[in-house]
């Protein structure tokens, strides 16, 4: 019934589109320029699979953090809780652990390490693009399936203006943002930007009657731009936010689907995070090249406390503390932008240059058993230290990439990296009182590895591109916090993707579609597996091979004034590859955890004006999810499932009202649930997705 009453909207859309269409012939979509690959470039040039979201769909959609953007990226998705510390995006089928990401997302050129940091609110950003695909040749560690490259608006050198936008919403939402941008001279700018949001939990504790996953937190983003002339800018960025949660709303599987959004437990806890960013980048420009530098600071604290058991009975709780602190520094020479090297009847576009990195990670986390529960035998409460640990990581990397471009048609591209890391660990699980010896691992690795790339283009036309690229993506190996003796250490994983796509325009440059076919085949692949002996704990094991195939389309459609359509659809199959073992099951031939069968979001947004100064809109996005495994074993599962989304609303000159309708039929679905043996009835914990919202947003420009 849901996809029927869909379907009926999704054409009246086109419907009205078509008669709209011969009154508006000039109507064309702009172009999109992208960063992901280190410099300003027209998405329709690039061997790459790139799924940009811009300021404007970050607008009209309410986007209010990173990872609700990932719905209009085809293949994309974000395993996390409503507690917003965790947070790991997945491409592809290709994913691991927030400590050891396989999608790293970068901040203004920055990387986040730890994707701890990743996920937070928007404000005043540019664009963010979804990169699916290696980035390790250019970017090197942990983008093996791709980036989530995520860009500020750059203040205002011409005028002073701002906007302010309130949503107002059901369980208690309230949220305020703004920002102001203007220059100080001619050639000095500065903004501000901050936010609260407080909203109460979708999810009841039966035992209390409480609502337990609440969210409270604040943020702010300042910048600085210095233009002194023509050939150099320079800009600095710090961003804050302090998020103080409530608790994971965990409950055993079985039950939550049962009865959705209420969990059973005896004790009551919060996940606080704190995250601190701080860029500043210098980029000059000459007349035979370029030269940018990228310097970046960031700090991050989370502390958590949650039960353990997730039941009603005193049988074990958690409190956990981790911070990090990173310094990243990259040095880039380039061609002149938009000036390439001319070598006869061809032109050489080319880039090279230093990334360092250096990172500090520590952890103490407690579980507090009560007295029976470690064993029958140990009749007494006890604390284990499950991990007290500490782990150091520096690396350097080099890196090089040319694009020949032959009669203007053609376009070779040839990358290559070289990476150097060191890591040094001092790990530790002890128990209070100290029922056995302390497990002491003190250990020191390194890596090397090397990241080809290679790719080719054609313009049949200057409407229709195709390309074929084949590159090779690497994972560094490191230490896991806390793990089965033997297993502290885990090794780099290594991925060869092959990818061919076509990026078109159509219908005089009302239409722009990309599709992409893609394969992957990767070795010593990372899998973030549980811990048999420590509830609710995962580590990273190297576990064999896997394979992913699939396809990939992207359609924006703007065939008349104040109508837009998009649609995204992605297909994957991604299985893990014959003799691969996890814990000691063979998990040959097994789907790979959190791959959707398929991803797809349909949508249109109509506007048009109802007077001379109020312009009226409205907005669909429709959402599918295909089915999923929550496991190796492929033992528990998702099915398909579907989300759709409404916005409508009135823009004045300067103020705006608008409603808002997120999972408008409020579609039941557990996006995240983990292997949990013995204190779950059904094997696994979960937490069910968010459920219908509503509200308004008042807002205003100056």
Do not use: C
């Amino acid at each position: 019934m849901v996809l029927k009453r869909v379907a009926l909207l999704l054409l009246l859309i086109p419907a009205h589109a078509a008669a709209q269409t011969n009154s508006s012939p000039s109507v064309v979509l702009p172009p999109v320029i992208v960063t992901a690959e280190r410099e300003s470039a027209d998405l329709k040039t690039l061997p790459a699979s790139i799924t940009p979201v811009t300021a404007e769909t970050i607008r009209d959609s309410g986007l209010l953090n990173v990872t609700d953007a990932g719905i209009f990226a085809p293949n994309t998705m974000f395993t996390e809780f409503t507690a917003r510390k965790v947070s790991n995006a997945r491409f592809r089928g290709i994913g691991s652990s927030p400590s050891n990401p396989a999608i790293t997302t970068y901040f203004d050129g920055v990387p986040q390490l730890n994707s701890n940091s990743s996920n937070i609110e928007l404000i005043d950003v540019g664009q963010i693009e979804f990169v699916r695909g290696p980035m390790s040749p250019l970017y090197g560690r942990n983008t093996v399936g791709g980036i989530v490259n995520v860009t500020s608006a750059k203040p205002n050198l011409s005028k002073w203006g701002g906007t302010v936008m309130a949503p107002i919403g059901n369980n208690g939402l309230f949220d305020l943002r703004g920002n102001i941008s203007g220059p100080l001279t001619d050639k000095a700018a500065i903004s501000f930007a901050g936010g609260v949001q407080q909203r109460d939990g979708y999810t009841t504790n039966s035992v209390t009657g409480n609502k337990i996953d609440s969210r409270d937190g604040s943020f702010m983003k300042a910048q600085g731009l210095v233009v002194p002339n023509a050939n150099w800018t320079a800009r600095f960025i710090y961003a804050y936010e302090r998020d103080r949660d409530g608790d994971y709303a965990l409950g055993d599987l079985s039950a939550i689907r049962i009865a959705p959004y209420r969990v059973t437990r005896n004790y009551e806890g919060f996940t606080n995070r704190d995250i601190h960013n701080a860029t500043f980048n210098l980029r000059g420009s000459g007349q035979n090249f370029a030269v940018e530098s990228t310097t970046g600071f960031v700090d991050w604290t989370t502390d958590d406390s949650t039960d353990l058991d997730y039941t009603a009975r005193p049988l074990a709780t958690r409190d956990n503390h981790e911070e990090s602190g990173q310094f990243t520094q990259t040095v880039r020479v380039a061609s002149p932008e938009n000036a390439p090297k001319q070598l006869g009847a061809m032109m050489l576009k080319w880039q090279g240059g230093v990334d360092y990195f250096n990172q500090g990670y520590d952890q103490d986390a407690v579980n507090t058993l009560s007295a029976f529960v470690l064993s029958p035998q140990i009749g007494f409460p006890v604390a284990m230290h499950s991990p007290l640990a500490n782990i150091d990581s520096f690396g350097i990397g080099m890196f090089g990439r040319g694009t020949l471009s032959i009669n203007d048609r053609a376009d070779v591209t040839v990358g290559i990296r070289y990476d150097h890391e060191n890591s040094d660990a001092h790990l530790t699980t002890s128990f209070e009182p100290a029922i056995q010896a302390a497990n002491v691992v003190v250990a020191e690795q390194s890596f090397d590895d090397v990241s080809p790339q290679f790719a080719f283009g054609y313009r049949a036309s200057s409407q229709h591109t195709a390309y074929a690229s084949v590159a090779r993506g690497y994972k560094a190996g490191g230490f896991n916090p806390a793990a089965i003796p033997g297993s502290e250490a885990y090794g780099e994983e290594h991925a060869w993707h092959f990818e061919a796509g076509l990026k078109s325009t159509l219908a005089g440059g009302k239409v722009s579609t990309n599709a992409a076919l893609f394969f992957i085949n990767w070795d010593d692949l990372q899998l973030n597996v549980p811990n048999q002996f420590v509830p609710g704990q995962f580590y990273i094991s190297n576990v064999g091979s896997a394979h992913s195939r699939g396809l990939e389309v992207d359609v924006t459609a703007r065939p008349a004034q104040g109508i837009d359509l998009f649609g995204a659809f992605g297909f994957t199959s991604a299985r893990f590859a014959d003799g691969t073992s996890a814990n000691g099951v063979d998990v040959s031939d097994n789907q790979i955890p959190y791959t959707p069968d398929y991803t797809a979001t349909l949508g249109g947004q109509m506007s048009r004006p109802i007077s001379s100064s109020i312009n009226a809109y409205g907005r669909m996005e429709v959402v599918l999810t295909g089915a999923f495994q929550y496991d190796e074993g492929n033992t528990e599962n998702q099915d398909a499932y579907g989300v759709v989304n409404f916005r409508a609303g009135a823009r004045m000159q300067r103020f705006f009202a608008e409603l808002w309708l997120r999972n408008a039929f409020d579609s039941h679905y557990v996006p995240i649930a983990i292997p949990y043996p013995g204190f779950a009835p059904s094997g696994f914990i979960g937490e069910m997705g968010r459920p219908r919202t509503f509200g308004i947003t008042f807002g205003a420009t100056f």
